[in-house]
């Protein structure tokens, strides 16, 4: 203990030497190309150009004359390309000074995920650099216990990861430590949590640390852009995570899985106000559903439509009423009537319907089929946002949204009856698709672009360059 306290000793005397002396200038401009240089690490990931890796190239291994002499225009570039993407930083707010340290730090994004993100993205580009990471094909499903001899590299790159504290170079047996680790990386990557590698956790497990570089700081300027404008209090569903939170001035106040869009029913990204909460809803079935989804089941059983208690009503909105074998044989051809599901227990919009304006006729709301949470691939909807703790929302709502509490409490006793409640107060409900992201746990998370709207969650798994 001694010599530890004679160590700390000694280094904070170094420290108020070093900045008591002229050293400690030349410090505050390495720390400023520092600064200049990782903010150009995220640009050349996600908007490569010769003049940027350029810079980047000078201010890794260039003198310190020719940093000097690059600087001022690396700043200016750097303000240009935050202020195109909506990036918010302190670059305005600062007054004019020489101070590079300064000058280079209020450009940095203002944003909590920063530091974390740019961390990362060294880390995973000095990976790509000092490790090969070519493609494993292990022809079948390996678990726990198997043998193979790709066990080592995947031992390797889960610890490299950050899911494998430590790896046996000759190991090629799955053993329980490597089990535990793959549900850990698993997790990180929305995947179904049971120690197999199946194709999508070979597929992740091959995704090279350059890809993921990518993926993780392309997503970071679409988050940090849209949070940006966020209010103080909110709902947002991050659509590939299949994930909702609610925050209310900077603290989560409930987070929920979600049922999102299916891939050829994809749910949009939009942002609208949540001004109303429908009790008991009856369900409208969509025309496209009901070609797509209900006729087929209706030609397979006529008593599907009673059963489920649907009314069926023609273009007048008179209920029309068939038995169960003409039911199936209208079903067979063109079917001119619509169907509407009765409010009540088996209904399938559930007990709550939030309802926002938007152009795509979707909306947040409950669901009888709860089993579908456990799904590790949840977009399985017709494009409307399943919540899983549906009661919480509401609950919620009415403790923080509704002045008549007891108009709210008393509404809850019906449950056959379909009733309309206005919030008092709008809450703002964001639909964002992000598929990269660091943790409040600081672990770098990722998903499947289940929509194929990012270039970059499709790139080449592996890159070596």
Known sequence: MLLRNQVWTIWLALLFILNSTPVAAMDRSYAGFNSLLYQLQLVNLVRPSKQSEDSYHILRSGTVQEKLDRAEGIQADLKYFWKTKNVPNNVNRLDDTDDLYQRATSLEPISSDYLPVSNRLRYL??????????????????????????????????NMLGDLDYYDRDNKHLNREVAISLIRFQRRHGLKQDAVIGPETLRWLNTSPKSRARMLANNFLKKSSYSASLDNRFLLINIPAFEMVLVDHDEVQLKSRVIVGKPYRQTPMLSSQISNVVLNPSWR?????????????????????????????????????????????????????????????????????????????????????KSLFEESNRALSSGCIRVENVESLANWMASNLVRDKQTWVDMQVERQKTQWFSLDDSLSVHLVYWTAWIDSEGDSQFRNDIYNRNSTGNLSLIENR
């Open 285 to 369: 079935v969509p025309k496209r559903l009901l070609r797509r989804d209900l006729l087929p089941k209706v030609r397979e059983d006529g008593e599907y439509i009673s059963r489920r208690n649907f009314d069926v009503f023609d273009a007048k909105g008179v209920i029309v009423e068939k038995s169960p074998e003409e039911w199936q044989e209208l079903a067979q051809g063109r079917f001119p009537y619509r169907l509407v599901q009765r409010p009540g227990e088996e209904n399938t919009l559930g007990r709550y319907k939030f309802y926002f304006a938007n152009d795509y006729n979707v909306y947040l709301h409950d669901t009888v089929d």
């Open 125 to 158: 580009l000095w990976l790509s650099e000092h490790y090969p990471w070519k493609p494993l094909v292990i022809g079948g499903w390996l678990k726990e216990g198997d043998y193979h001899k790709s066990i080592p590299e995947i031992s390797f790159r889960l």
